[in-house]
């Protein structure tokens, strides 16, 4: 079965402070990759999605992906209180329609 | 702006009940998915359909059906209700190209069975 593991935390950062979460994955014809928030009690949120190996930015969010190792991580830099929250990563076979998502890492933000 | 629409927030229902959950998109969207999310477990895929009346096996299947007669919505049916299928369940839909942006959750159903 195709597993999808990140650390589930809690992870706790200060204000202002990079935050990274990290994600590896079991399939190696995996393709797509995503990371999505979750706040409390929220259905997910994309914010982030990559596909070739390097790094991707989009303002405070770096998504960084190494298919050798089957690794995906997000950084977030100058972490805010209000990114206090579960973020999911997810991968999709090439061909597949679903995702599979691993169980999540929550983050707090420390003002 | 797009929407997939669970038709509960929340339900209670009990052991041995037929319990539906309805999701309905309004994207013209070919794929739907039901997911349900479990602490420590994230979401787990339950089924998912890619055309009216097809549906394909998802991770974790028992003890579910579904049912897809209009391309826009997509119900999730426990036959008969356990108290080991309380959970928060999630529809998502997505275009057929796979588009990340096009993969849209519902706010989500949380059920309790007593």
């Known amino acids: 079965q195709k597993e999808v593991e990140q650390n589930s935390g809690p992870l706790s950062v200060p204000e202002g402070a990079i935050a990274s979460l990290n994600c590896t994955y079991s399939?190696?014809?995996?393709?797509?990759f995503f990371w999505y928030r979750q706040y409390s009690g929220k259905s997910p949120e994309l914010i982030m999605f990559i596909y070739s190996n390097g790094d991707k930015e989009d303002g405070r969010f770096t998504a960084q992906l190494n298919k050798a190792s089957q690794y995906v991580s997000l950084l977030i830099r100058d972490s805010q209180p209000s990114d206090s929250a579960t973020y999911l990563c997810?991968?999709?076979?090439?061909?597949?329609?679903?995702?599979?998502f691993g169980s999540g890492t929550q983050l707090t933000v420390l003002p | 702006d797009v929407k997939v629409t669970q038709s509960s927030r929340y339900l209670v229902k009990r052991t041995g009940e037929k319990v539906f959950l309805e999701c309905v998109q309004d994207?013209?969207?070919?794929?739907m998915f039901w997911y349900r999310q479990d602490p420590g477990l994230g979401l787990r895929l339950i089924y998912f359909?890619?055309?009216?009346?097809?549906?394909e096996k998802g991770d974790i299947p028992e003890g579910y059906s579904v049912s897809r007669e209009k391309k826009e919505r997509f119900s999730l049916i426990l036959e008969s209700a356990s108290t080991n299928q309380t959970s928060m369940y999630l529809c998502?839909?997505?275009?057929?190209?796979?588009?990340?942006?096009?993969?849209?959750f519902g706010s989500g159903t949380r059920l309790t069975v007593v």
């Open positions: 399939d190696r014809g995996s393709q797509s």
């Open positions: 994207m013209d969207h070919e794929n």
């Open positions: 359909s890619y055309d009216v009346k097809m549906k």
């Open positions: 997810a991968v999709k076979e090439g061909s597949a329609r679903q995702l599979t």
């Open positions: 998502a839909s997505s275009s057929p190209d796979g588009s990340p942006r096009g993969y849209t």
